[in-house]
């Protein structure tokens, strides 16, 4: 017994001299610690949910702000490609009838249930959520005072004063003023009509144009319904 407990005494101090045992020691330690991680940091464990529900957090708020140039610069390329396309194609064709309608010439005269007609084909997308647009009318001796009241803009409200300066018909008039409610005149001096666009520039046109206004007799008091009522 006694070289025996020598032999184990001999070779703990062998191990302890050359680090075996704290070798030792360190590997259990090391594998202790990692047991008690994985433990502690499994996905069903509090710790281990905690860390999920912050990787989720921050992954979700990192994708929300993530910017893919690649992606972004393909997508840019592609509709730049399209819509250089689509000008070739198409751009021609829509800037001639833009111009037809915008600068186009006017009638030398026209019927006021026409007019009325132009009005209506200017705002009609302004009017979808109303049945008609609504046309104040005036006169007072020789002239006619027709406003044509914007449904969903005010601001866009146009009012023309219509003359018969002594015309071989009472019927026939010409536009001497025109007035929006917020530009105020815009016929006359011609920096005011710079101004003019939409509605306000075709009427101008045909105070330009000095056109004839026919039958106001036909129309005077009515409103301008829409075709969709």
Known sequence: MKELQEIVNNQINSMITTGAIEEMI???????IKGCIESTMREYSEFGKDIKNKINVSLCNALAHVTLPEYNKFVSDTVIELFGQVLETESKKHLETLLAKSLGSVPE????????????????????????IEVGWDDFDSAIYVRFINPEYSFKSVRISCYNHGEQSDKHYHIGYISEQLNGQISGPAYRSTYASGLTGYL????CAHTVITDFDEVYGENICLESY
Do not use: N, T
């Not at 101008?204 to 105070?207: N, Q």
């Open 204 to 207: 101008y046109r045909l105070y």
């Open 109 to 132: 005269s026209i019927k006021a249930s026409d007019l009325l007609e132009e009005v209506r084909a200017f705002w009609e997308s302004d009017a979808e959520e109303h049945q008609q």
């Open 26 to 32: 360190a590997i259990q330690l090391s594998g202790c």
